[in-house]
């Protein structure tokens, strides 16, 4: 492959292929490959290679812990135990033959303190996150118009993402690029669709592939509008959460519609600085429901309970299920 | 050709949560049954797969899984959080792996036992697979296996192996290549054969 003609090498390729990449290298890489029947054929062999890798299965019999792993386990949290309790001990013969000393120490230290931690206190809170603020909305913007098209289909196989519409973020909001003719709707989702409280709630690397069914995109996706719209008018969380709470009380924004859901099956998408590309997987939205009737969060169980609106002002249940294969077909990592 | 699971432990934007396996790890080295039973839990298969297609031993593969979690309760008070547990654990078993050999002199990265794969119905292809794989340099397909079937990143593959991270890629890269060059090549004498692994397979991976 000539590299002059390829922004990308092929190690590069494949290394996008693998989830390697930075999101910007990943949507940069995404995007020449939508373009390029050279790549796409190097791509599909080194997919094809993972895939007949898969032929060679281990099955694994069903055992559990051993009795030898059980003893030493049992014998490793005895000691533990005992270590609690005799530095629990230890620990409240020093204190009560110094309690004295360290009460009058206390006092001083609770008045010197105080006036250094409240002129500190704001100084703190900005440094507890990465992300203390809103940054200037072109770093949320992606230039490349083709490459967030790309991204957004790339959250469904595509079979589905091929007739979507798709939407792209625009300096007054979402916005359509191209008109869909099966219902669903894709579009890269940003930073402030994650819980309130979330560190990365500003996070301008975020980019989140989505693809939402019919039911969803009438349901789900205007509280993405919502959220937008109140980010770029500079309202404060504290504002958005009471107008997202009016807006449901109102009826201005709807329940999630039975059968609600949403693809997020992109290998070139970026969740947050903790998940990075994160696993392939599906989302379904339900009015509150209690997270037993689906036994998520279960031992074993692949459902899961989404936090994104937990404790937020929307009263939608969100339930997670990881899936085998991003939606380029390739084999994905269990959750 | 999957990215290896981050630790889950942050939220964002439809990103779903679950304990992270440092979390558990804390928790037990805090002297919690539970958290051990979890991470034996979610570590017990594919560490039954690293060893099982190494050794190509089912009874050594599951001693060798028991042994890595004795080798983890025997070293809890040494763990740092700062490494990846699912790294952590890869590495234990790379030197029991090791042992393993050296007791057996066994020269090959493949198992050279008796005992065929558990191939699920597709034996002759699962073989075949295994054949080309062993035409592969051994560093080469160590690195293609941690990532293919460990489904470590570049950079965990990179500290187990104490090798740069760009090393991991190019012999990746070259790796793959060779080793379509070997399907290939058998494909052309044997084209029936590559044909049935292309059959819907239910069992292969998925979500599990």
């Known amino acids: ?335 | 050709m999957g990215k290896t699971p981050q630790k889950g432990c942050s939220v964002s934007a439809g990103a779903p949560t679950m304990t992270s396996d440092e979390a558990l790890m804390l928790e037990f080295q805090g002297g919690s049954r539970a958290a051990f039973e979890e991470l034996f839990a979610r570590y017990r298969k594919p560490l039954y797969g690293f060893f099982g297609r190494r050794l190509n031993n089912p009874e050594r593969a599951e001693d060798l899984v028991q042994e890595t979690f004795l080798a983890v309760i025997r070293a809890a008070s040494r763990y740092e959080p700062r490494a990846l547990v699912r790294t952590y654990l890869y590495s234990i078993a790379l030197n029991l792996l090791a042992a393993e050999r050296r007791k057996f002199s066994t020269s090959s990265t493949l198992g050279q036992s008796a005992s065929e794969p558990k191939t699920d119905g597709t034996p002759e292809y699962a073989l075949w697979v295994r054949q080309a794989m062993e035409k592969l340099d051994s560093p080469d397909r160590e690195i293609l296996m941690l990532r293919e079937y460990e489904q470590l990143s570049y950079s965990d593959i990179a500290e187990l192996l104490r090798i740069p991270v760009n090393t991991v890629r190019s012999r990746l890269f070259r790796s793959r290549l060779a080793l379509k060059g070997y399907l290939e090549s058998e494909a052309k004498t044997n084209p029936g054969l590559r044909a049935s692994a292309w059959q819907p397979h239910p069992r292969r991976r998925g979500p599990q």
Request: hydrophobic share 40%.
């Open chain 1, 1 to 335: 492959m000539n590299t002059n003609r390829h922004p990308i090498e092929q190690e590069e390729l494949m290394a996008y292929l693998d989830g390697e990449l930075s999101a910007d290298q990943a949507t940069e890489a995404l995007s020449h490959l939508e373009l390029c029947p050279e790549c796409q054929t190097l791509a599909a062999d080194f997919r094809g290679v993972s895939q007949e890798l898969l032929a060679w299965e281990v099955e694994s019999p069903e055992v559990g812990i051993s009795s030898e792993l059980n003893a030493a386990l049992g014998e490793r949290l005895q000691k533990r135990q005992a270590a609690k309790v005799t530095s629990s001990r230890l620990e409240n013969r020093v204190m009560t033959s110094r309690w004295v000393w360290a009460g009058a120490l206390a006092i001083v230290c609770v008045v010197v303190g105080l006036k250094l931690t409240l002129t500190s206190r704001k100084r703190n809170e900005d440094r507890s996150t990465a992300y203390p603020s809103m940054a200037s909305i072109e770093k949320y913007l992606m230039p490349d118009r083709n490459a967030e098209i790309a991204l957004a289909r790339s959250a469904a196989p595509e079979a589905i993402s091929s007739d979507a519409k798709i939407l792209l973020l625009g300096w007054r909001g979402y916005e359509t690029a191209i008109e869909g003719k099966n219902g669903f709707v894709c579009m890269v989702e940003r930073s402030w669709m994650s819980p309130f409280n979330s560190a990365d709630f500003w996070n301008p690397k975020v980019r989140v592939p989505q693809c939402f069914n019919p039911a969803a995109a009438r349901s789900i996706l205007p509280l993405t509008f919502k959220r937008t719209e109140m980010v770029l008018a500079g309202l404060s969380k504290a504002q958005m959460i009471d107008s997202i709470k009016a807006g449901f009380d109102n009826k201005e924004l709807p329940a999630p519609e039975p059968g609600a859901m949403c693809y997020m099956m992109s290998r070139a998408g970026y969740l947050n600085d903790s998940l990075g590309h994160y696993v392939p997987h599906l989302m379904f939205y339900f009015p509150l429901t209690d997270k037993s009737s689906w036994g998520a969060d279960l031992r074993d169980s692949p459902v899961t309970l989404n936090p994104q609106f937990r404790d937020g002002p929307e009263p939608i249940t969100e339930f997670v299920i990881a899936v085998g294969k991003w939606s380029d077909g390739t084999a994905a990592p269990a959750m």
